[in-house]
């Protein structure tokens, strides 16, 4: 099982641009979540699914947008990324526990 | 303030020594406590739940007063090798079984 991978692992973009991140997990878990994790701030939580096709806002949702078309994705975008939005993006899923994927380093010029 | 909150370090102990990293979380809802480990540069992975019982792993003992809602990690004989982030995280099931994460105790085990 290579349990929950995430790509790119790296990407720098300029403020406007957009991109996807693309999570995957081959454990059959319903909950998937998009975190972001700053210094000092800890992991916040972006967005999260509980099963195929649904989606809910987390802490911070603002300017990112999910969807979880297949059990096993959950996708994150970024429509017009700006310079607060430089971060380490985490995904995870989860029966009981949450496993994480190796994070998205994200750097908006 | 934050749902979770725990001291930041870093604790800087040598080898050998024993460690303590106390968390305390704000909703009472909270049902789960886990305290996870974060590597530098690298994804966090559960080290343990935490159970009002307590429990033992190893060298690694966790603790949980619900009364005081205060979570307690006590790591023993210390390596080289637990040098990382310590995480507590609080759980509360229904509404997607999100878990809430503290901003993590850092500790450098040294010579």
């Known amino acids: 099982n290579a349990g929950v991978t995430q790509t790119p692992k790296f990407r720098v973009l300029k403020t406007g641009q957009s991109m996807t991140l693309l999570c995957a997990q081959d454990?059959?878990?319903?909950?998937m979540y998009w975190y972001r994790q700053d210094p000092g701030m800890g992991l916040r939580l972006i967005h999260y699914s509980v099963g195929e096709g649904t989606t809910a806002k987390g802490e911070v949702p603002d300017g990112y947008n999910v969807s979880r078309l297949k059990k096993q994705n959950f996708l994150l975008g970024l429509e017009s990324a700006a310079p607060s939005q430089t971060s380490v993006y985490f995904c995870a899923s989860s029966g009981h526990t949450q496993y994480f994927g190796p994070g998205t380093r994200l750097t908006v010029l | 303030r934050k749902e979770v909150e725990q001291d930041p370090g870093p604790f800087n102990v040598p080898e050998g020594a024993t460690v303590a990293f106390n968390c305390t979380y704000s909703n009472s809802a909270s049902q789960s406590f886990f305290w996870y480990r974060q590597d530098c540069r690298k994804e966090p992975k559960l080290l343990m739940s935490?159970?009002?019982s307590g429990n033992e792993d190893g060298r690694f003992t966790a603790q949980l007063n619900r009364a005081s809602q205060y979570i307690s990690l006590l790591i023993r004989d210390s390596k080289l090798s637990d040098s990382a982030t310590y995480l507590c995280v609080a759980y509360i099931t229904g509404g997607g079984n999100k878990l809430t994460f503290g901003t993590g105790t850092q500790l450098k085990v040294e010579l």
């Open positions: 935490v159970y009002s």
């Open positions: 454990m059959n878990h319903e909950y």
